[in-house]
């Protein structure tokens, strides 16, 4: 039980602690907050605290001890941060915590029929993170705990399926219900496909007849006489995602074509391939040193490709993709270029790209018929 003197001395501490907030100004600073290659800006506000006030929010019992045990008296003050700031710290939090999780991959007939590439665990490490953010260091590491799944990715298979290659991503926001479909249906066509060594990759292949039967609904396509409603429609938002990634991982491009005008959902305008059965495909070929496995999955309102596979010490580098020619028409020129640089020799491409107005392409009403696809194998019909 406390002694009169004692509460005495507790609700000087207390009231000392209200005076602080209110009172003491604000220290405001602005850090810049680093983890892989990901990048946060915060503002961090503290106030700081009386020497008498013993109570801290950082967790720390260094102070404590020197003034109470060691009878010592605190060097600086103490500082806390405002609610806005630990809403902040709270946020981050949530977005790098996340549980470990074992690699898995089962093969059926050569492709995936369940894959897991693992993921390591992660934690925010809040006491480190209080301190560097107290600091006058406007760049911060952030202090993140890892922890390594039991299973990895290499211990699930012998075809180099190892790690993570490259990916590619396309935002399809906006887009009407029955595109979104189609975007869905179609990517799953790609999920679990493996690529083998000098293999080369043929969308269409995958893709099989586009049709009602196989899942599809009517969507406007791009035609020569205008835009028709037809199965599958927004299809090429998958073929241009798998474009991207092949990009990324400096795999040879074997066949691309850009849409006839400039769509909204493939930009930045020249980095599109559009496709369609029997006329039009998007091809590259595996070049790395292992086989690699192809997954899709789509979050929110943006469709994802992942090449897992084996690295190699190839470079890849770009310029562009570069849009100039633009008229008030909506017609322009795009221009995409790479450079892959492996073993010391460069090769590099480049993909030119002609958009025309998009008034000459007239919506029409009359939904087409289902799409044959005459480059899918007998075996997969």
Same mark, same amino acid.
């Given at each position: ?11 000087? =501490?207390?009231?000392?602690? #209200?005076? $602080? ?26 106030? /700081? ?28 003050? %103490? ?22 999780? /074992? ?19 992660? $934690? *925010?490490? =809040? ?11 406007? *760049? ?33 926001? %906006? ?16 999920? %679990? ?23 599809? *609904?009517?969507?406007? #396509? =791009? ?27 400096? *795999?040879?491009?074997? $066949? ?73 028409? %909506? ?51």
């Amino acid at each position: 039980m406390l002694t009169k003197p004692e509460m005495l001395r507790s609700k000087i =501490i207390k009231f000392n602690i #209200v005076l $602080a907030l209110l009172l003491l100004p604000t220290i405001v600073s602005g850090k810049t907050l680093l983890f892989g290659e990901k990048k946060w800006e915060i503002e961090t506000n503290s106030i /700081n605290f009386l020497t008498q006030a013993y109570t801290r929010n950082d967790f720390s019992l260094v102070s404590l001890i020197n003034s109470v045990v060691l009878d010592k008296n605190l060097e600086q003050p %103490g500082k806390i941060f405002d609610p806005a700031t630990i809403n902040q710290i709270e946020d981050l939090t949530a977005q790098i915590n996340q549980s470990t999780e /074992n690699a898995k991959l089962i093969l059926q007939n050569g492709k995936a029929e369940e894959f897991n590439p693992g993921q390591n665990g992660q $934690a *925010l490490d =809040i006491y480190s993170l209080a301190q560097s953010l107290q600091s006058d260091a406007l *760049l911060v590491g952030l202090p993140v705990l890892i922890s390594e799944p039991k299973i990895k990715l290499s211990q699930t298979n012998t075809l180099g399926i190892n790690e993570l290659v490259a990916a590619g991503e396309s935002d399809f926001s %906006g887009s009407p219900a029955n595109r979104v479909h189609n975007i869905s249906v179609g990517s799953k066509k790609y999920d %679990g496909v493996i690529i083998k060594p000098l293999e080369e990759f043929s969308f269409n292949k995958f893709l099989g007849d586009v049709d009602a039967e196989h899942g599809f *609904l009517p969507e406007l #396509v =791009i035609k020569p006489d205008g835009l028709v409603p037809e199965f599958g429609g927004g299809l090429c938002q998958v073929s241009t995602t798998a474009f991207r990634a092949a990009m990324n991982a400096g *795999l040879p491009i074997t $066949a691309r074509r850009n849409h006839s005008f400039a769509v909204k959902y493939y930009a930045p305008q020249g980095s599109d391939a559009t496709i369609y059965p029997g006329a039009l495909d998007l091809k590259f070929t595996n070049n790395l040193p292992s086989s690699f496995l192809i997954h899709t999955k789509i979050v929110g309102r943006k469709l994802y490709f992942e090449f897992y596979g084996t690295k190699d010490n190839r470079s890849v580098v770009f310029e562009g993709p570069y849009q100039f020619d633009q008229k008030p028409d %909506g017609s322009m020129k795009a221009s995409w270029t790479r450079h892959v640089t492996m073993n010391d020799q460069t090769t590099t491409q480049t993909f030119k790209s002609t958009y025309l107005p998009p008034a000459l392409f007239q919506k029409i009403t009359v939904t087409e018929p289902s799409t044959p696809n005459p480059e899918t194998p007998s075996s997969t019909q």
